[in-house]
């Protein structure tokens, strides 16, 4: 069972994902057991759609040190650990040992565990202890909404010149679009979306896959 976003019609989600990378047994499987034993929080996994696009971007920026904020249960970091060459590192940040548990028996099972290291806690200690200069080619930002603006501030500047930052839920199940959300973490979400399209050391652009993904290239290191 996957999920879909509120505005696009079921047909074409359908019809997106039919036509896109078909997945293998063990993305299947993983979407499977997230939906049986989470069925809530499984609707905060990216949808199928997304996870071929995540893998073509790595490989597209020729990525070798990826990180993650926001792993639940490992669809995403397993399609970016997919594109990463053999000698590649992606490190994923989390708080739940119980969700994260399972996304690593699926990079197991992938063979792909031997690229991804798994930190556990908020994800702003974590990233504050990072060394400050930019080494990270591939950044995707998904965890709580609230802290968007200060993961992007401690993001950016890690970030290489023309790496490349993915954020997801830019459109937040469309609550951007009330002026005032009384979705918790809309307004977060929309103040994040003015400070990237205002940010001179990113260009961007707004995608609408998924929920809203924007995607920035980093282009000075300023
Ligand atoms: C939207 S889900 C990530 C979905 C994942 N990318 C996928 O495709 O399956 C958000 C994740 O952020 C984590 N999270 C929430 N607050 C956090 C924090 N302060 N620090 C680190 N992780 C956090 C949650 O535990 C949850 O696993």
Redesign the pocket.
């Known amino acids: 069972m996957t999920h879909r976003n509120e505005w696009m019609p079921e047909e074409l989600h359908d019809y997106t994902i039919a036509i896109g990378p078909p997945l293998d047994d063990v993305a299947r499987d993983l979407i499977a057991e ?1 939906g049986e034993r989470f069925p809530g ?1 499984a609707q ?3 949808p199928p759609e ?1 996870s071929g696009f995540l893998t073509l971007v790595t490989q597209l920026v020729g990525a070798r040190s990826a990180l ?10 397993l399609a970016i650990a997919r594109g990463l060459p053999a000698d590649g590192r992606l490190l994923c ?4 040992e119980e ?2 548990s399972v ?1 690593q028996r699926y990079w197991e099972r992938a063979g792909v565990a031997d690229r991804i290291d798994l930190r556990i ?4 200690d ?1 990233l504050r202890a990072l060394p400050a200069e930019p080494f990270l080619d591939l950044v ?1 930002l ?3 909404k609230e ?1 968007y603006l200060a993961y992007w501030e401690e993001l950016v500047p890690r970030v290489r010149p023309g790496g490349v930052l993915l954020v ?2 830019v459109f937040f199940h469309l609550s951007v679009l009330e002026e005032a959300p009384t979705r918790p973490g809309g307004a977060a979400v929309k103040a994040f979306n003015r400070r990237v399209r205002d940010d001179p050391r990113v260009t961007h652009a707004v995608l609408p896959l998924g929920d809203g993904v924007t995607m920035a290239r980093r282009v000075s290191s300023e």
């Open positions: 997230t929080p905060i996994q990216i997304q993650e904020v926001g792993t639940f249960t490992g669809f995403s970091s940040l989390d708080v739940n969700w994260t996304a806690g908020p994800a702003l974590s995707f998904d965890a709580d802290n997801d839920n």
